[in-house]
């Protein structure tokens, strides 16, 4: 990254405008949030060590300090080779921009950074599964790595959808960022009484009603089966380095993401 990196938008939940800058760091820094706006300039490292909660998005905090609904950003940094970057941000969540990870790759281009292959860690030498019913997410064993996500709604506008992406193959900018955030137009009340969506609409979220969206055209047949994927990179994203393997997820969440990132992290202290 040549040049500070400058962003500003609304949080999803909180509905705050906060505004984000992105500046280079040393090699071996890793990336972490600053929370500027509260004394003391608390740092937040994107760890896995660091999540706090996962309802409807994830959560990272350090003592008092928190950062919500850091996934879209933190993938984006992944996916385009910014493994070391000092995060400030003036409020309590990243900002939702458009519901997907474009416009923060747009930024990181701006701010001179040529899109590589998404860096690998060490190869998974044994499969990893976390279950929850019949949602699960896995990391298997696999000379490249690949990710593979399957989701299955009651409603038949999204149904049952699956996608499947080699980032050695197919740039992320092109096939996995633009994919927005979605929600369901009978869970908006409820969610918005529990102090939830405070920022979003529809210029920010994909909206269905059972049979029918109600802020089209999709930029993907699938978006979002490709959302559910940009948010599970931006979980496991907090590896630090993503291993290598092929991860494989059906109806899955955040907690489950997070829960299979602590599985590898475990795995890999004990390993050293």
Not at 76 to 82: H, I, K, P, R, S
Not at 83 to 96: F, T, Y
Not at 111 to 138: C, M, N, Q, R, Y
Not at 152 to 176: C, M, R, V
């Amino acid at each position: 990254m040549k040049e500070t990196i400058k962003v500003s938008g609304i949080g999803l939940h909180s509905g705050a405008t906060t505004q984000v800058k992105i500046f280079p760091t040393n090699s071996g820094e890793g990336r972490y949030f600053v929370r500027v706006d509260l004394p003391e300039k608390p740092i937040i490292q994107a760890r896995v060590e660091s999540v706090h909660q996962t309802t409807l998005s994830t959560q990272l905090g350090h003592t008092e300090a928190k950062v919500r609904t850091v996934e879209h950003l933190l993938a984006a940094l992944t996916a385009m080779g910014v493994e070391n970057a000092r995060i400030e941000i003036d409020g309590p969540e990243v900002p939702l921009l458009d519901g997907s990870a474009q416009e923060w790759v747009q930024a990181i281009i701006k701010g001179g950074i040529t899109p590589s292959p998404l860096p690998l860690g060490s190869p998974i030498l044994e499969p990893i599964w976390v279950i929850d019913g019949d949602a699960f997410v896995a990391a298997l064993p696999a000379s490249e790595t690949r990710f593979t996500y399957g989701v299955d709604y009651p409603y038949p506008i999204i149904g049952k959808q699956w996608h499947s992406w080699n980032p050695a193959l197919e740039p992320f900018e092109e096939t996995i960022a633009p994919a927005r955030t979605f929600g369901f137009a009978d869970q908006i009340e409820q969610l918005k009484k529990a102090g939830l969506i405070k920022g979003g609409n529809l210029e920010n979220a994909l909206v269905c009603e059972q049979d029918k969206w109600l802020n089209p055209p999709l930029r993907f047949e699938n978006e979002p089966v490709r959302h559910k994927m940009l948010d599970l990179i931006g979980d496991l994203s907090l590896l630090g380095t993503i291993p290598q393997a092929h991860f494989l997820a059906y109806k899955a969440s955040h907690k489950l993401h997070i829960q299979l990132a602590k599985a590898i992290d475990n795995l890999e202290n004990h390993k050293s």
